[in-house]
């Protein structure tokens, strides 16, 4: 049978699965209300399939999409997916080009394919406007993108042009090429470290480090456009720089190093230029997307849906009927999709065309990609995990990666499917990245203190003083009682962010950031 003939042939076959309801007949009380501009729905499927369905209104104002990061570490960390809104709930964000708004995170899905055993997402990723993982080069496809005009398409191919990645040294208007974000510093190179790489540079006991102050997030900006920050601090032969939230590290060894060496002085202003040439799919002909400003973006797999035409595929992956997770769209809305699967008693999956199917029929997407599936599909709303994540992952392996002969799997599945929803809900894959749908919730500051005043730890024996505003950022350090500093100038001072208000102090040799309710006056 040749591969055109098994297409339709599982065509044909899928058909009967769905039975979908025309999106012009469906009723709308189906949809719960999460919150103005959010909602959720559950569909029952014949095979049988459990769909679950999260929809968020592009023409609300008040609620967006973010992309998230297991344990907030590109370096190479895993966490659950409700970890991950748990992480980025009440954090602060830079919706409409402002740091200050806080997430209220209200549905979390799994996101693309990663490394097992380094942990690194497999494509590129933005988060919050940062630039925090390159897509890869001409590759046929990219991802999911979101700007910040509101605008919502699937990348197609990317490239980015050697000359346009640039670092600009504004005093004297002399220029260097970097060579990469968050990745592996190799011989006579200069990469640039944002802070979703990890809390500090990657260890080194030669080479240039120079630590840079932004005035918004390492964005997509082409040159003449730059993202202008301020030298802070230079580390000359030593890696491990800290990277606090609003920072960028220049890292350079060999003939960069010495490139940055003679040209950088604590204080420079500096500006960063990057260029995406985004391309169709074939990687010849240019796309009318554009890629600048960006908010999040996310890798993909399968295009199932393009402008209304449902896309096939010969790869079995797609052709199998498996969990799926996928994020569709149209000119009014964003879905999130997950569907449960490999569940015979509770739901059996769909292939990419059944996926295709019901995105067009049922929503009335017009685009859509899938991302991660199998046992990493998962839904968080409103903190809850609402979808039964594959059972498989909890059958005991041995070292072949073979359940084992005392394992009876169909014994395993009947069990699992037997246990209370919220034991169900717990079995979770740790996986490297995500999607969110958000609301913003506006900035709020306290005017407790003025910047310029002298503090004192007090409340607590040892307090974190952190790299962000946000328990979420990692603390440099924990500080113990009586500990003096002084309160910086910063537009955040003061910020709501994770329960605290936020102030950023000088302790001498160290400056981070402090909750409030551990700062007092300090006595003349």
Same mark, same amino acid.
């Given at each position: 049978?040749?591969?055109?003939?098994?297409?339709?042939?599982?065509?044909?076959?899928?058909?009967? /699965?769905?039975?979908?309801?025309?999106?012009?007949?469906?009723?709308?009380?189906? /949809?719960?209300?999460?919150?103005?501009?959010?909602?959720?729905?559950?569909?029952?499927?014949?095979?049988?399939?459990?769909?679950?369905?999260?929809?968020?209104?592009? %023409?609300?104002?008040?609620?967006?999409?973010?992309?998230?990061?297991?344990?907030?570490?590109? %370096?190479?960390?895993?966490?659950?997916?409700?970890?991950?809104?748990?992480?980025?709930?009440?954090?602060?964000?830079?919706?409409?080009?402002?740091?200050?708004?806080?997430?209220?995170?209200?549905?979390?899905?799994?996101?693309?394919?990663?490394?097992?055993?380094?942990?690194?997402?497999?494509?590129?990723?933005?988060?919050?406007?940062?630039?925090?993982?390159?897509?890869?080069?001409?590759?046929?496809?990219?991802?999911?993108?979101?700007?910040?005009?509101?605008?919502?398409?699937?990348?197609?191919? $990317?490239?980015?042009?050697?000359?346009?990645?640039?670092?600009?040294?504004?005093?004297?208007?002399?220029?260097?090429?970097?060579?990469?974000?968050?990745?592996?510093?190799?011989?006579?190179?200069?990469?640039?470290?944002?802070?979703?790489?990890?809390?500090?540079?990657?260890?080194?006991?030669?080479?240039?480090?120079?630590?840079?102050?932004?005035?918004?997030?390492?964005?997509? =900006?082409?040159?003449?456009?730059?993202?202008?920050?301020?030298?802070?601090?230079?580390?000359?032969?030593?890696?491990? !720089?800290?990277?606090?939230?609003?920072?960028? $590290?220049?890292?350079?060894?060999?003939?960069?190093?010495?490139?940055?060496?003679?040209?950088?002085?604590?204080?420079?202003?500096?500006?960063?230029?990057?260029?995406?040439?985004?391309?169709?799919?074939?990687?010849?002909?240019?796309?009318?997307?554009?890629? !600048?400003?960006?908010?999040?973006?996310?890798?993909?797999?399968?295009?199932?849906?393009?402008?209304?035409?449902?896309?096939?595929? *010969?790869?079995?992956?797609?052709?199998?009927? #498996?969990?799926?997770?996928?994020?569709?769209? #149209?000119?009014?809305?964003?879905?999130?999709?997950?569907?449960?699967?490999?569940?015979?008693?509770?739901?059996?999956?769909?292939?990419?065309?059944?996926?295709?199917?019901?995105?067009?029929?049922?929503?009335?997407?017009?685009?859509?990609?899938?991302?991660?599936?199998?046992?990493?599909?998962?839904?968080?709303? #409103?903190?809850?995990?609402?979808?039964?994540?594959?059972?498989?992952?909890?059958?005991?392996?041995? *070292?072949?990666?073979?359940?084992?002969?005392?394992?009876?799997?169909?014994?395993?599945?009947?069990?699992? =499917?037997?246990?209370?929803?919220?034991?169900?809900?717990?079995?979770?894959?740790?996986?490297?990245?995500?999607?969110?749908?958000?609301?913003?919730?506006?900035?709020?500051?306290?005017?407790?203190?003025?910047?310029?005043?002298?503090?004192?730890?007090?409340?607590?024996?040892?307090?974190?003083?952190?790299?962000?505003?946000?328990?979420?950022?990692?603390?440099?350090?924990?500080?113990?009682? #009586?500990?003096?500093?002084?309160?910086?100038?910063?537009?955040?001072?003061?910020?709501?962010?994770?329960?605290?208000?936020?102030?950023?102090?000088?302790?001498?040799?160290?400056?981070?950031? $402090?909750?409030?309710?551990?700062?007092?006056?300090?006595?003349?």
């Amino acid at each position: 049978m040749t591969r055109y003939r098994l297409f339709l042939y599982l065509l044909l076959l899928s058909l009967p /699965w769905l039975e979908p309801v025309p999106a012009t007949q469906e009723g709308a009380d189906l /949809w719960r209300v999460l919150t103005p501009g959010i909602s959720y729905r559950e569909f029952y499927l014949p095979a049988p399939n459990h769909v679950y369905v999260a929809r968020m209104d592009r %023409s609300e104002p008040n609620v967006t999409l973010d992309s998230s990061i297991g344990q907030g570490k590109l %370096s190479g960390e895993l966490e659950t997916v409700r970890g991950m809104a748990e992480r980025y709930d009440q954090a602060i964000n830079y919706w409409e080009e402002s740091w200050g708004g806080r997430n209220q995170v209200v549905v979390a899905i799994n996101g693309y394919f990663f490394d097992t055993e380094s942990g690194v997402p497999w494509s590129g990723q933005l988060q919050s406007g940062w630039y925090a993982k390159r897509f890869d080069d001409r590759q046929n496809k990219s991802g999911f993108v979101w700007t910040m005009d509101r605008v919502a398409f699937v990348g197609g191919c $990317v490239v980015h042009p050697p000359g346009k990645q640039v670092i600009t040294h504004i005093p004297t208007g002399g220029t260097i090429l970097f060579d990469g974000i968050n990745v592996p510093r190799e011989n006579d190179q200069l990469i640039v470290y944002t802070p979703q790489y990890d809390a500090t540079t990657p260890a080194a006991d030669e080479g240039y480090e120079a630590l840079v102050e932004l005035e918004r997030p390492l964005m997509i =900006l082409p040159s003449p456009a730059m993202n202008i920050g301020v030298v802070r601090q230079i580390n000359d032969g030593q890696g491990s !720089t800290q990277i606090p939230f609003d920072h960028i $590290v220049l890292s350079a060894s060999g003939k960069a190093a010495e490139a940055l060496r003679g040209s950088l002085s604590i204080g420079d202003q500096i500006g960063v230029s990057q260029e995406i040439r985004h391309l169709d799919s074939t990687c010849s002909t240019p796309s009318p997307q554009s890629w !600048t400003k960006a908010y999040a973006a996310i890798g993909a797999s399968f295009n199932f849906l393009r402008d209304g035409v449902i896309q096939g595929s *010969d790869d079995l992956g797609a052709l199998l009927h #498996n969990p799926r997770t996928a994020v569709v769209f #149209n000119d009014r809305y964003i879905y999130f999709i997950v569907v449960d699967g490999r569940q015979p008693l509770h739901s059996l999956g769909m292939s990419s065309v059944d996926l295709a199917l019901f995105a067009k029929l049922t929503l009335g997407a017009t685009w859509g990609v899938a991302l991660d599936g199998g046992g990493s599909t998962t839904m968080v709303v #409103n903190g809850d995990v609402v979808n039964r994540p594959n059972p498989e992952i909890a059958f005991q392996k041995d *070292d072949r990666g073979i359940a084992s002969s005392e394992d009876n799997p169909t014994s395993r599945i009947k069990a699992y =499917l037997s246990q209370p929803a919220q034991t169900l809900n717990t079995v979770e894959r740790v996986v490297a990245n995500g999607l969110m749908m958000i609301v913003v919730q506006p900035k709020e500051q306290s005017t407790r203190f003025a910047p310029g005043t002298r503090v004192v730890i007090s409340g607590g024996d040892q307090v974190g003083v952190r790299l962000g505003p946000g328990t979420n950022y990692a603390p440099l350090a924990y500080l113990p009682q #009586n500990s003096q500093g002084t309160l910086l100038d910063h537009p955040l001072d003061g910020v709501f962010a994770k329960d605290f208000y936020w102030w950023k102090v000088d302790f001498g040799d160290l400056t981070g950031w $402090v909750a409030e309710d551990y700062l007092s006056l300090a006595v003349p």
